[in-house]
């Protein structure tokens, strides 16, 4: 373990023949944080299919994984065992097409079971490397994914670029799930981030044999957390166990274009998150 964080540190340490002390972000027209006040709300799934549509839709887009402790980018991209090199202005994010760039400390790892045992201290640095030395080129999007909670990470995200240009907050209907996320919509606003909107993730389910919906949690939550912060929603998506195994296959990338009713509402966010985002 002690020998796979040294080997991480050691790569995110290495600087290129002429370092590059000024920002990468220069080139990059809008910077989109992901989060949510609680996990298991499927907010990488979010990020990395918001990525690969965009990236679909012709835009040019990089997706930074910023969960330090659970990077799973990599695997939904099947690019778990890719390793990025450092060229001349940086380290070299890994290409998953011609318009989508990726970089994780996932794609550090020696061992991919192997844990990232790091403080505060420590992640705000990769974090800050993250963004400033990753050769992250010119891009429409830079898409941020956050691990849950309002702690070190996001709050790095905001005080680092200092002009994020609007976060999406992923919640369920789950009461408990909705607590959390409200602290993440305060978060926001204390932050001064521009609120993009709410999606309303794993939004009943679609039986697989008869395709009615069935639904899960109770309803209401996320309407009321609209209302009470002034947020729209931007869309709601059922579970969907065909979406779902294209992040654990590595494929997420080139399912975009489904049919199903999640592909559908999908859209539907991607178009209300263009609009938004100007």
């Known amino acids: 373990m002690a020998d796979n964080v040294q080997s991480s540190e050691n790569l995110l340490n290495t600087k290129p023949e002429e370092p590059k002390l000024v920002t990468n972000l220069r080139g990059i027209k809008k ?49 778990e065992d890719e390793r990025p090199i ?5 380290i070299v994010p890994i290409e998953v097409s011609s318009n989508l760039k990726v970089m994780s400390i996932g794609l550090l790892l020696d061992n991919k079971d192997s844990p990232i045992v ?21 891009l429409d999007y830079l898409i941020i994914d956050l691990p849950p909670g309002t702690g070190d990470e996001p709050l790095s995200i905001v005080q680092l670029i200092g002009n994020v240009d609007g976060a999406i907050v992923v919640t369920t209907p789950q009461d408990v799930a909705l607590v959390s996320v ?10 001064k981030v521009p609120l993009i909107g709410l999606v309303n993730n794993m939004d009943g389910i679609i039986c697989p044999h ?22 729209p929603i931007l869309g709601s998506l059922p579970i969907e166990p065909d979406v779902a195994s294209t992040g ?31």
């Open 31 to 79: 910077k989109l944080m992901v989060m949510s006040g609680k996990g298991g709300v499927g907010k990488s799934t979010i990020s990395a299919s918001l990525a690969a549509a965009l990236a679909a839709r012709g835009k040019k887009v990089g997706l930074l994984d910023c969960d330090i402790h659970g990077p799973s980018i990599p695997t939904m991209f099947g690019i």
């Open 86 to 90: 450092v060229g001349e202005k940086g």
């Open 118 to 138: 790091w403080r505060g201290p420590a992640k705000m640095g990769a974090i800050k490397q993250f963004l400033e030395e990753v050769d992250w080129g010119k």
């Open 182 to 191: 409200r602290k993440s919509l305060k978060f926001v606003e204390m932050m």
């Open 210 to 231: 008869c395709n009615k919906r069935i639904d899960v949690f109770r309803s209401g939550g996320v309407d009321k957390a609209s209302t009470d912060y002034n947020v």
């Open 248 to 278: 654990d296959s590595g494929t997420i990338a080139a399912c975009v274009n489904g049919t199903s009713e999640w592909h559908k509402n999908f859209k539907t966010i991607v178009d209300n998150i263009s609009t938004r985002v100007k």
